[in-house]
């Protein structure tokens, strides 16, 4: 039987008697483990850069810095942890949650109130478990460096094109491919017999890597072609795909979410497979486009900063996308952050006189001038 980890916890309040009497109540939820009870964030932020932590209850009014500048900080150190204000003022429900808390708990606590509070903590700890996988599950990964896995144990591949044969393969994942092809895209400048012997042999060598993770029954030969099984064998790109096909909302935001950590560097990047470029341009274009459509649903939600976040991330892609420098741009008038929209058109202006030595678009500079009007 699958057993889920307790969840690990951090109380912050500057007052002791106020973490004391958060601590008892959490006494009675056998889900949640206290790690650390602290009244000076800066200690918090110290114990979670060093330790696995799942949940933090945070007070929102403290005199070294105010919770939602904590949360941010708390975001930017690990974006999986979920956040749960409790505080005696109402009037920060909405900035609580803008900066995507799992939930906002007045003072004095109430059993019944914190009751529907840990519920929901724990449903989404469960989904982030079940999404993850435990460590014994067999992986496979082909953003940034292509590896095959089983926990901490990875394939050692006996030759560089053992690894890329096996990639190769994953990426026909499901479909069979001739061997004439393989030799194609593999060893196109070897004497047809040649290749023939090194791509036996290469098979073979990956078989035998397969099986120290117990998965050499994933390569399938039939009228001599070729073909990785994958089965229900987790592969971030697959899993990526899954999310690309759907349409993002309220309901399914958090998958869309995890889905973007799937995400740590382009398809196959660090191995340069010539035979890659093609479903590497097309997976960064959907990439983008999910990050977009993310963007917009915070947004329109009201959401801002979450929506900043995402016009931010599909910038580190796509610098020079005027479009995209126009939403950032929209958002921060709209939420009448003046500074930072004064701030970002003036370090766009100057990236594209510097470095690209053109000017911004018309569209862009009669934006800034009308949203400047604001200022």
Known sequence: MEVEPLIRTILIDDERPALNNLERFLRDYDEIEVIGAYTDVFDAFEEIKNEEVHLILLDIEMPKMKGIVAAEKISE?????????ITAYNNYALDAFEVNATDYVMKPIMKRRLDKTM???IKKHKNNFKFNK??????????????????????????????ELAAYL?????????????IEELWNNKEEEH?????????????????????????VYSNEMY????????????????????TVNSKNIEIFERAVRLYRAEYLEENDYCWAVNEQVRINEKYVSMLTDISEFYVSEGKYTRGI?????????????????????????????????????????????????????NRTKEMHENLSVRC
Do not use: M
């Not at 120290?212 to 994933?218: F, G, M, R, V």
């Open 195 to 219: 290749a023939i012997k090194l791509l036996h042999t290469n098979i073979y060598y990956v078989r035998s890597g397969l099986k120290t993770i117990n998965l050499d029954h994933t390569i």
């Open 227 to 246: 073909k990785f099984d994958i089965g229900a064998i987790f592969c971030d790109v697959e899993e990526l795909e899954k999310v690309f096909s759907s």
């Open 170 to 182: 994953i990426h026909h994942r499901g479909k069979f491919i001739h061997k004439s092809k393989i």
């Open 309 to 361: 976040l995402y016009l931010k991330l599909i910038l580190e892609k796509e610098p020079y996308d005027e479009e995209i420098h126009r939403k950032l741009l929209n958002v921060y008038a709209s939420i009448k952050d003046y500074d930072s929209f004064k701030e970002h058109y003036k370090d766009l202006y100057n990236s594209f006189k510097d470095e690209l030595g053109v000017e911004l678009s």
């Open 77 to 85: 150190i690990d974006p999986d942890i979920q956040i749960v204000f």
């Open 134 to 163: 435990s460590e014994e599950e067999n992986k496979i990964l082909c953003f940034g460096n292509f590896e095959i896995r089983r926990g901490q144990q990875c394939i050692k591949w006996r030759t560089s094109k053992a690894k």
């Open 119 to 121: 519920e929901k903590v």
